[in-house]
């Protein structure tokens, strides 16, 4: 696990076709700490994934710093897309972030195995369902046992049942492999059975509206009292998801 330091002093995106530069971000702090699961929550296009881009290292076109207590954390994200290789078996993309060899595959299948799709290893992406997909992808991420784990509205376009029992496979991998959380999600349900805090992000530059610890039992989690009490203090109970 691994704690975080998130500085960005300035985040535009540039001028397009003849329209104004656009400034995302001006002095944002986020301090994460390590074993939290922090669910982003805000409007689209506010500046959700680019902030996920940024902590990943993929986006690099700003002022400011983003610090790990770890030395080298080994990080793993999960899109919005599962972004599987259709031309690769699931075992092969599970095993992309993994040593080349037979331990590597090895790892891979054994993820397979917790995840439940052990018999498709050898199958490709495209006789695949939208959630076996993304059970693929959760995999993969964890193949790594990741330190810090980066999740862009990882089951979205789900139906409520197969989103439900990716959430309950979500809790079970993390509580094998914990592991510091950054999750991008519009669902405040969503984030109310998984975090340990929540972060509402809004305006342009973006600022942090709500910054809420949530200290619920599993039991609590489940519970519909518990989580429109959490909306209602989210000050979005009125608003639909």
């Not at 076709?17 to 400034?23: C, D, M, V, Y």
């Not at 994934?49 to 793993?76: C, E, K, M, Q």
């Amino acid at each position: 696990m691994s704690a975080i330091t998130i500085a960005i002093d300035e985040k535009r995106y540039p001028a397009q076709a003849g329209g104004p530069a656009r400034e995302i971000f001006r002095a944002f702090r986020l301090d994460v700490g390590a074993g939290e699961f922090v669910a982003l929550l805000g409007e689209s296009g506010i500046g959700k994934t680019t902030l996920l881009n940024i902590v990943a290292g993929l986006d690099r076109d700003y002022r400011g710093h983003v610090r790990f207590d770890a030395t080298s954390p080994r990080v793993a994200y999960a899109f919005q897309n599962p972004r599987l290789l259709p031309w690769r078996s699931v075992l092969d993309n599970v095993a992309l972030p993994l040593p080349a060899g037979e331990g590597g595959r090895r790892r891979a299948r054994d993820m397979l195995g917790e995840v439940g799709l052990a018999e498709l290893a050898e199958a490709y992406p495209e006789r695949l369902s939208l959630g076996q997909q993304r059970r693929v992808a959760l995999a993969r991420a964890f193949a790594i046992d990741p330190d810090v784990l980066l999740m862009d509205e990882p089951f979205v376009s789900l139906d409520e049942t197969g989103a439900a029992r990716l959430r309950d496979l979500l809790r079970r991998l993390l509580a094998r492999r914990p592991a510091t959380v950054l999750f991008v999600t519009h669902d405040r349900r969503e984030a109310v059975e998984l975090a340990s805090r929540i972060v509402v992000l809004e305006g342009a530059p973006v600022r942090i509206a709500r910054d809420m610890p949530l200290a619920l039992t599993p039991a609590e989690r489940a519970s519909a009292g518990h989580i429109d009490e959490v909306r209602r203090l989210l000050g979005t109970a009125a608003a639909p998801d």
